[in-house]
C-alpha cells in the first residue's frame, strides 16, 4: 500500500466512525424518545455528548486531515465535489462547536436541576435532534461527493 492508500484508508475508517456512530445515535434517539422511562433521555443525552466528544471529534479532526492530505496529493481544493464537502464539513463542526456542544451541556444542566421530566429540557433535546438529524443528511451528501466524485 502506498502512502496515499494508506491515508485513504484512515480517511475512510474516520469517516465509518464519524458517519455511522452519528447514524447509530440517531437510531437510539428514536428508541430513548419513545421511552416509557423518564430518566432513559436525560442518560442518553450524557452518553451522546461523551461519545461526540471523545469519538465524533477526534474521527472528524482526522477525517478532514486526511481529506487535506488526499486533495494535495490527488486533487485539487477546485474541484466542485472537494469544496463541497469541505464547506459542508466546515459547516458541521460549526454546529458541533457552536450548537449542539453548548446546547447539549445547557440541556443536561436543565435535567440535573429540573429532573429527567423537565419539558424545557425535553424540549431542548428534541431540537438538538433535529439540528443532529439535519447535520446526518449532510454527512449523506458528503459520502455521495466522495464516492461519485461529480465534475
Known amino acids: 500500500m502506498d502512502g496515499y492508500g494508506l491515508?485513504?484508508?484512515?480517511?475512510?475508517?474516520?469517516?465509518?466512525?464519524?458517519?455511522?456512530?452519528?447514524?447509530?445515535?440517531?437510531l437510539l434517539a428514536i428508541r430513548v424518545s419513545r421511552s416509557d422511562d423518564p430518566g432513559d433521555l436525560p442518560r442518553f443525552g450524557a452518553w451522546a455528548e461523551a461519545v461526540g466528544s471523545r469519538a465524533f471529534l477526534p474521527a472528524s479532526l482526522i477525517l478532514f486531515v486526511a481529506g487535506l492530505i488526499m486533495v494535495v496529493q490527488r486533487w485539487a481544493f477546485s474541484d466542485l465535489w472537494v469544496s463541497i464537502s469541505m464547506l459542508l464539513w466546515i459547516l458541521s463542526a460549526l454546529t458541533g462547536a457552536l450548537y449542539l456542544g453548548p446546547?447539549?451541556?445547557k440541556v443536561g444542566e436543565l435535567f440535573a436541576v429540573e429532573g429527567p421530566t423537565s419539558v424545557a429540557a425535553r424540549a431542548g433535546m428534541a431540537r438538538l435532534f433535529v439540528v443532529s438529524r439535519l447535520e446526518l443528511v449532510s454527512f449523506a451528501i458528503i459520502v455521495f461527493l466522495m464516492v461519485v466524485k461529480p465534475a
Open 7 to 26: 491515508i485513504k484508508y484512515i480517511h475512510v475508517l474516520a469517516a465509518i466512525v464519524w458517519v455511522g456512530g452519528a447514524f447509530t445515535l440517531q
Open 103 to 105: 446546547r447539549s451541556k
